[in-house]
């Protein structure tokens, strides 16, 4: 299964942005009147350390908790169905978003999904536990992560050497 630490300490040790609060894509344009509808966007600085992460193994998951002890069912269905799969463990990497917020916020911006857990291989983004669990059930999963080369050798489907 997959054991590797859930740690960042790109992230946690990122500076944090100033308090200054900026138009969000869901606000009005700056000339309009509109009342407090402003959000804080994602900080360069956070936006480098996510990009940093998601490029830091071939299998990234950025989830509630560790693939030990995950801190959601959400979290710990998708550690199960990457270990159902047969990711390899040396080429997978997961992320507490639970120990840094601005890395919980962050990386829901960053994806442009609102959800927790998130699944990136290869640097692209995958999806979420309902997206993983329907790739999952179609067996389109297993197909990507065996074109990305991140299973463990010998789990591939349609191996040589399988009866």
């Known amino acids: 299964m997959l054991l590797r630490p859930a740690l960042s300490a790109s992230l946690r040790l990122s500076t944090r942005p100033s308090s200054l609060l900026s ?17 804080r966007p994602l900080s360069t600085t956070t936006r480098a350390a996510i990009t940093k992460a998601v490029s830091s193994a071939p299998v990234v998951l950025f989830m509630k908790g560790t693939p030990e002890t995950p801190q959601c069912g959400f979290s710990r269905a998708s550690i ?59 067996g389109e999963l297993g197909k990507l992560l065996e074109e990305k080369g991140v299973l463990v050798e010998g789990e591939a489907e349609g191996e040589e050497g399988k009866a």
């Open 80 to 138: 199960q169905i990457l270990g159902l799969q047969g990711v390899d463990p040396a080429k997978f990497t997961a992320f507490n978003v639970l120990e840094d917020e601005e890395l919980r916020q962050g990386i829901k911006e960053y994806s442009d999904w609102p959800t927790i857990p998130q699944l990136y291989v290869g640097k692209e983004f995958v999806g979420g536990c309902d997206i993983l669990m329907s790739m999952h059930q179609s």
């Open 23 to 39: 138009q969000s894509r869901f606000s009005p344009p700056p000339h309009t009147h509109a009342p407090h509808l402003h959000a």
